[in-house]
């Protein structure tokens, strides 16, 4: 089993940053991610990192305002998002895997309860 707690999220206007943590704890697998999550919308992909490699993917939507990260001591994956937009307001969750695509949902075994960004125009 691995539970994931995540932290972080809040109200911030847009232009602004914030930062996701997300602390496993359990079994190790080889990776995680973060998804999120708007009213009305399907679960989307956002950013995902192997775990020993630290290999990293991400979604267009995000590239290059969106840093996924991990510390392998504290068993921690970090999401900072810089440049934030009204239209990255959803859930975000944090998911671990063991294999599959790093994109895709169903690749995800274990899932956090997610955290709410609203990001304000």
């Known amino acids: 089993q691995v539970q994931l707690v995540e932290s972080g999220g809040g109200l911030v206007q847009a232009g602004g940053s914030l930062r996701l943590s997300c602390g496993a704890s359990?079994?190790?697998?080889?990776?995680m991610g973060w998804f999120r999550q708007a009213p009305g919308k399907e679960r989307e992909f956002v950013a995902a990192?192997?775990?020993?490699?630290?290999?990293?993917f991400y979604a267009d939507s995000v590239k290059g305002r969106f840093t996924i990260s991990r510390d392998r001591a504290k068993s921690t994956v970090y999401l900072q998002m810089n440049s934030l937009k009204p239209e990255d307001t959803a859930v975000y969750y944090c998911?671990?895997?063991?294999?599959?695509?790093?994109?895709?949902?169903?690749?995800?075994?274990?899932w956090g309860q997610g955290t709410q960004v609203t990001v304000s125009s």
């Open positions: 998911a671990a895997r063991s294999t599959g695509n790093p994109s895709a949902v169903p690749a995800y075994d274990y």
């Open positions: 359990g079994r190790t697998l080889n990776g």
């Open positions: 990192i192997a775990w020993i490699t630290e290999s990293t």
